[in-house]
């Protein structure tokens, strides 16, 4: 039972990339998944996460209509769309389940975080030079 991130690299400012986040051993539908990142000397942030049920998406305000969230169920697979990055972006980008929310009145996360069951992959780095 594992996950397993890939898609991370170097880009400049306005660049993109897009993270993937694979599982094995276990249905990623059955979960309410997300996506989080960490920086040197900074908080972890959960920056997106989707639903297990309507597959409803939602997204911090620091990346909101910049980063886009989403699931293939066939391939068992999450990813992480990120356009027009930025270098506040650099950080290790994980994904995670068993994720808890709490969400503003414009659906924008206010705060995110993994319960204690929750199983999460070992990042990817993501870095965006100036």
């Known amino acids: 039972v594992q996950l397993v991130e890939s898609g991370g690299g170097l880009v400049q400012t306005g660049g993109s990339l897009r993270l993937s986040c694979t599982a094995s051993?276990?249905?990623?539908?059955?979960?309410?998944i997300g996506w989080f990142r960490q920086a040197p000397g900074k908080e972890r942030e959960g920056v997106a996460c989707?639903?297990?049920?309507?597959?409803?998406?939602y997204y911090a305000d620091s990346v909101k209509d910049r980063f886009t969230i989403s699931r293939d169920s066939a391939k068992n697979t999450m990813y992480l769309q990120m356009n027009s990055l930025k270098p506040e972006d650099t950080a290790v980008y994980y994904c995670?389940?068993?994720?808890?929310?709490?969400?503003?009145?414009?659906?924008?996360?206010?705060?995110?975080?993994?319960?204690?069951?929750?199983?999460r992959g070992q990042g990817t780095q993501v870095t965006v030079s100036s």
């Open positions: 995670a389940t068993e994720v808890y929310l709490l969400i503003g009145t414009d659906n924008t996360i206010l705060d995110m975080g993994m319960k204690p069951d929750g199983l």
């Open positions: 051993g276990f249905t990623l539908d059955e979960y309410k």
């Open positions: 989707i639903t297990n049920r309507n597959g409803g998406t």
